[in-house]
């Protein structure tokens, strides 16, 4: 299983990022996807996670109306769209599946600042 994350950068507040998941290594298309994010000192955090089929998804509360988590099973890959922006959004953002076990990619960095 590998996941391997990109699309992160510095943006000013109110500003949006689409970061990207690319899969490999398992059967994409049977498994649900989840972005988690971690801020400097904090634990990390449930943002968003969508189904196998991409039929239903859920969002953390501090970011619902703002972040859409989407899949492309043909490509392999999972987003998560990010409007309006906020400095507490700061953070890394990680892909997770879950198979017998988490996995996880290398992260990538989201930092929200004028």
């Known amino acids: 299983v590998q996941l391997v994350e990109s699309g992160g950068d510095l943006v000013q507040p109110g500003g949006s990022l689409r970061p990207s998941c690319a899969a490999s290594?398992?059967?994409?298309?049977?498994?649900?996807m989840r972005w988690y994010r971690q801020a400097p000192g904090k634990e990390r955090e449930l943002v968003a996670r969508?189904?196998?089929?991409?039929?239903?998804?859920t969002y953390a509360d501090s970011v619902k109306g703002r972040f859409t988590i989407s899949r492309d099973n043909a490509k392999k890959s999972v987003y998560l769209r990010m409007n309006s922006l906020k400095p507490e959004d700061t953070a890394v953002y990680y892909c997770?599946?879950?198979?017998?076990?988490?996995?996880w990619g290398q992260g990538t960095q989201v930092t929200v600042s004028s």
């Open positions: 997770n599946v879950f198979i017998r076990g988490d996995y």
């Open positions: 969508i189904s196998s089929t991409g039929g239903t998804t």
């Open positions: 290594g398992f059967t994409f298309s049977s498994y649900g």
